[in-house]
């Protein structure tokens, strides 16, 4: 069964902008899908809709078999990392991490012992009683990563995790990511601007233009063909 599947998805803003045209998409699970294209061909909305985060204007969403159209955003078997990081400034790293579980009711013993968990995975168990701004680039998003695998999700979302750190930790994080796909067995989505990255992690690359999906392959037949 499809982890993940977009008919007929499409996208228009109050004010008319057209952000996603005809967007169509079977994604299997465990698969590690790239999203590519230039800036402003819909990327961002493509990930907002999935999330819930943005309404879909036109088409169906299902996540598994259940259609997730108006699901809201807790609901949805889903968990997201942003860009900048998006943490609570005033919470320490175990709240931050813990948060999102606790809105859900999860025992807390459990949230305890899954921010433990992902703590170790993500090497940062000697951060958890630190506040954000105590922490490096590459340690925030290690957090933002860590608070959507507490919620153990059927789907991550990340739109460019990467892009606010410098070329070597970026390197690193980027073999990072991969081993945590590969030890969750889960499905991610990633959208990024950066070639490597595609190249490197996805397992399938949407390459899209102004809306439309342009090319869906692997990165092989994308990138090495002649
Ligand atoms: P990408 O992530 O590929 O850069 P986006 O999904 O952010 O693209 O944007 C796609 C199009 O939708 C762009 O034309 C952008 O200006 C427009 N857009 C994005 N967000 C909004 C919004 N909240 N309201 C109106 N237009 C938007
Ligand atoms: P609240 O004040 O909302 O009850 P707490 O700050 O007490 O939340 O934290 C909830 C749970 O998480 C408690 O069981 C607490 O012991 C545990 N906890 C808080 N910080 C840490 C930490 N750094 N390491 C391990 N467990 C923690």
Same mark, same amino acid.
């Given at each position: 069964?499809?982890? *993940?599947?977009?008919?007929?998805? &499409?996208? +228009? &803003? ?14 299997? %699970? ?5 999203? $590519? ?22 088409? %169906? ?5 259940? /259609? $997730?159209?108006?699901?809201?955003? !807790?609901? #949805? ?10 943490? &609570?400034?005033?919470?320490? $790293? @175990? ?5 999102? =579980?606790?809105?859900? !009711?999860?025992? +807390?013993?459990?949230? !305890? ?8 995975? *993500?090497?940062?168990?000697? *951060?958890?009683?630190?506040?954000? !701004? ?16 507490? #919620?153990?999700?059927?789907? @991550? ?7 606010? =750190? ?7 994080? /980027? ?7 590969? /030890? =969750? ?18 397992? /399938?690359? $949407?390459?899209? +233009? %102004?809306? @439309?999906?342009?090319?869906? %392959?692997?990165?092989?037949?994308? &990138?090495?063909?002649?």
């Amino acid at each position: 069964m499809a982890s *993940l599947s977009l008919k007929g998805i &499409y996208k +228009k &803003y109050p004010g008319g902008v057209v952000a996603v045209s005809d967007f169509n998409l079977e994604i299997e %699970d465990k698969e590690f899908i790239i999203l $590519v294209g230039p800036s402003g061909c819909g990327k961002s909305t493509t990930l907002r809709m999935i999330a819930g985060l943005e309404e879909i204007t036109e088409g %169906d969403l299902y996540i598994g078999d259940r /259609r $997730v159209n108006d699901v809201v955003p !807790k609901d #949805r078997d889903i968990a997201m990392v942003f860009q900048n990081y998006a943490l &609570y400034p005033h919470m320490t $790293v @175990f709240e931050n991490m813990a948060f999102g =579980l606790k809105l859900r !009711k999860v025992p +807390k013993d459990e949230i !305890k012992a899954r921010v433990e968990e992902a703590a170790r995975i *993500l090497d940062i168990s000697h *951060l958890l009683d630190r506040k954000p !701004k105590a922490l490096s680039g590459g340690q925030r998003q290690r957090v933002a990563l860590g608070r959507a695998i507490v #919620r153990e999700p059927q789907v @991550f979302l990340l739109d460019e995790p990467l892009s606010n =750190l410098d070329a070597k930790l970026r390197a690193q994080m /980027r073999t990072e990511i991969t081993k945590l796909h590969h /030890r =969750l067995g889960t499905t991610f989505i990633y959208v990024t601007h950066d070639q490597t990255e595609a190249m490197t992690m996805g397992t /399938r690359i $949407v390459v899209m +233009k %102004d809306g @439309f999906i342009q090319q869906v %392959d692997t990165p092989q037949n994308l &990138y090495d063909k002649p």
